[in-house]
């Protein structure tokens, strides 16, 4: 069983939003930070791989790199095991594949350094 499968992306144009959700198994979802990640399609090798985009701990906090404050929401849903992010105004810069994962006190939750397909989220100018 995948424990990580995320949604939601798509075709979409300067401007406008998306919704990505991921559906975590295989772990106390309510124990876990969780945080969604970004690597762009055909990433130079070597590369930066997979960028922390956004994060939301288990008391609810939030954490953002700079580039997307303002235009996304993370949010996560303790009932269904589903950690969200809204993605608003989007750029051509936000076009990349978005992965989630979730880390507990002892480190990676879902397996060390196991990740789902992710899922692509393109924006044209």
């Known amino acids: 069983q995948v424990p990580l499968v995320e949604s939601g992306g798509g075709l979409v144009r300067t401007g406008g939003s998306l919704r990505l959700t991921c559906v975590a198994s295989?772990?106390?979802?309510?124990?876990?930070?969780m945080a969604w990640y970004r690597q762009p399609p055909n990433p130079p090798i070597p590369g930066p791989g997979r960028v922390l985009v956004a994060s939301i701990g288990t008391d609810g906090s939030t954490n953002y790199i700079d580039s997307v404050k303002g235009r996304f929401t993370i949010s996560r849903d303790n009932a269904e095991n589903t950690v969200s992010l809204q993605m608003n105004s989007l750029e051509p810069e936000d076009t990349a594949v978005y992965y989630c994962n979730g880390f507990d006190s002892t480190g990676w939750a879902y397996g060390v350094n196991r990740w789902g397909k992710g899922t692509l989220v393109t924006v044209s100018s």
């Open positions: 295989g772990s106390t979802f309510s124990a876990n930070t």
